[in-house]
Nanobody
Framework: VQLQAFGGGLVQAGGSLRLSCAAS????????MGWFRQFPGKEREFVAAINWSGADTYYGDTVKGRFTISRDNAKNTVYLQMNSLKPQDTAVYYC?????????????????WGQGTQVTVSS
């Protein structure tokens, strides 16, 4: 599966952005999906994950209550709605897919990655 993330940009603190990740292929609904972010010089940090049906979602502690992950299997797309953004949310955001259908907090469990989209939150 090939993934393409988009929707990043510059936003003021307190604002919102919605990231999208479009997947190629016919079996999108069989993949668990995740969003991770990376700060300069650091490892990728788990943001959110969702299982194949959308029934199960997981969030990192720093985004819980502010971010929402969702998916539309008919459109082969997973979304990350980000509200109440903070300057510390500034990072490159990556979407990822894993076989097996369940979501995961661990980036090593994902086999497929998108190219990343920059999110910058100004204070």
């Amino acid at each position: 599966v090939q993934l393409q993330a988009f929707g990043g940009g510059l936003v003021q603190a307190g604002g919102s952005l919605r990231l999208s990740c479009a997947a190629s292929g016919r079996t999108f609904s069989s993949y668990g999906m995740g969003w991770f972010r990376q700060f300069p010089g650091k490892e990728r940090e788990f943001v959110a994950a969702i299982n194949w049906s959308g029934a199960d979602t997981y969030y990192g502690d720093t985004v819980k209550g502010r971010f929402t992950i969702s998916r539309d299997n008919a459109k082969n797309t997973v979304y990350l709605q980000m509200n109440s953004l903070k300057p510390q949310d500034t990072a490159v955001y990556y979407c990822a897919a894993r076989n097996g259908g369940s979501g995961s907090r661990y980036y090593s469990n994902y086999a497929y990655w998108g190219q990343g989209t920059q999110v910058t939150v100004s204070s």
